[in-house]
């Protein structure tokens, strides 16, 4: 069918800033994990792993095994195999708009991942003795992004 042209539903031209790797994606260990049944886990999202091995949404008590949505269920591959691929390791710089908005952040700031009452799997500002996942590294203009280095310990290095 000479002419025939299918339509691109995505502009390739816009940064998709649910999550960017800016570093480390040369030696990022990435694992693809089941997902838990009905779980839904996007690109950007973050990801506990619950006792039969699956991937889940972060309760509302954050855990040091937690770990970033590097291709997530809003791709057709992952809906197919019904697995989401996970970045396994630390020092690994990500540039991500999915956050929670309610903080402000600052330069250094620790970040850890918990559900705050709505459901969210996104990171957060720490606090107290939670777990401490990454680091901020930048705050887009008004806010619309923070980049930031995994440290993969709850030690915050």
Known sequence: MAGSTVPVTLDLTTEDLSISILRGIENMHRRDVPLKAAEVLESGDWAVLNASGEAERAGATPVAESFPVFLGTERFDVSATGQVTL????????????FDPAPTYAIGDALTVKDLGGGESTPTKQSGAEPVLARVLEIGPNDEYLTYRLVGSSTGN
């Open 87 to 98: 970045i396994m390791n630390d020092d690994v710089i990500i540039k991500s708009s999915k």
